[in-house]
């Protein structure tokens, strides 16, 4: 039985829909489709965090999935 699960930015009751995982090597943040199980280094993410996803200085954000901001603000 899958439970669902949430976005990982603390205060928000969303929905996860995609993970986010940190590729070191090339200082890439990738969206893709939602794990099937939890790993230690990926953040699931709503619709709403992933699209407003801003990478770290020197990074790029990768989208593998389409992501459409659903929510108001
Ligand atoms: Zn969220």
Redesign the pocket.
Known sequence: MQTAR????QT?Q?E?TVTLHYSYADSTALIDALSEFREPHAYD??????ARLTAPQGWRVVYKVPVQDTTES
């Not at 949430?6 to 930015?9: D, G, K, W």
């Not at 993410?45 to 992933?50: E, M, R, T, Y």
């Open positions: 949430l976005c990982s930015r928000c969303r996860a993410l709503c619709d709403h965090h992933a």
